[in-house]
């Protein structure tokens, strides 16, 4: 079954502005210590007091392995602890405390890993695909992969077109682009019943009445929940879809 409007021109590097952003250094790596320390006050400021020990020092080596890297190679515009913590970390985690995701789960454009693998050290047993087209980026997740022991952690490095075919359950995306698009791109990789959960900015209504359109009969809209991260003034969405079976045909 076909989108009942034209679906939106397939780009081969549709998140990625061309060319690279200008390369800033951290001003400063804090030692694992004192980033584990400054990790809980933040965690707990911001609505994860409960969040596991263990857990959160995997965050803080990671933070380390993300800082450290950023000195040699731009993979990430956040340079400093809180906003790491908050605008990554927090950010990425909260979606566990909305949904309850299925697995496999695929986060296409991960970037540098989010929400990839702070979903992947919060669920170590659970598999998680990372699909990213950027090289450097690529070889910065294995890296990170090996230093953090991540296990059933898959990395593909491509970027996702109606041409990847990769069978999953459900995938994931953090504002990588318009509704309709990231559908359209994802169309071939997930399953019959599986769902597609996008992180997304607050204004979203014109792309939900648009993927509406396009994609009915063929992604059912499961859930639209607004949210914020706790005692910021950033505002999210999670949008949910669910790919139906073809009409008279069943899930698979």
């Known amino acids: 079954m076909k989108p009942r409007s034209p679906a939106p021109k397939d780009r081969s590097r549709p998140s990625r502005p061309m060319g690279r952003s200008r390369h800033r250094k951290p001003e400063k790596i804090l030692e694992f210590a004192e980033a584990d320390n400054r990790l809980y006050d933040l965690f707990r400021h911001h609505g994860f007091a409960d969040y596991p020990h263990e857990k959160r020092q995997a965050l803080a080596r990671f933070y380390q392995i993300l800082m450290k890297h950023q000195e040699r190679d731009n993979v990430t515009r956040l340079l400093t602890l809180r906003d790491v913590a908050i605008k990554h970390f927090i950010d ?4 566990t405390r909305l949904v309850d995701l299925q697995f496999p789960l695929m986060d296409i454009g991960t970037g540098p890993g989010f929400p990839g693998i702070p979903l992947k050290i919060h669920f170590p ?16 997740l294995k890296q990170a992969r090996e230093e953090l022991g991540l296990k059933d952690l898959n990395i593909i490095g491509r970027y996702v077109t109606t041409e990847f075919v990769y069978p999953t359950r459900s995938v994931i995306t953090r504002a990588l682009a318009d509704i309709n698009q990231t559908l359209h791109q994802v169309s071939q990789c997930v399953q019959t019943g599986g769902l597609v959960y996008l992180m997304k900015g607050p204004n979203v209504d014109h792309e939900i009445r648009q993927a509406q359109s396009a994609w009915e009969g063929i992604f059912h809209l499961e859930k639209d929940i607004a949210y914020e991260i706790p005692s910021t003034p950033h505002q999210r969405r999670l949008v949910i879809y669910r790919k139906l079976p073809p009409r008279g045909g069943s899930p698979s």
């Open 92 to 95: 990425s985690l909260l979606v």
């Open 125 to 140: 047993d659970k598999p998680i695909i990372l699909v990213e087209g950027v090289e450097r980026r690529v070889q910065f």
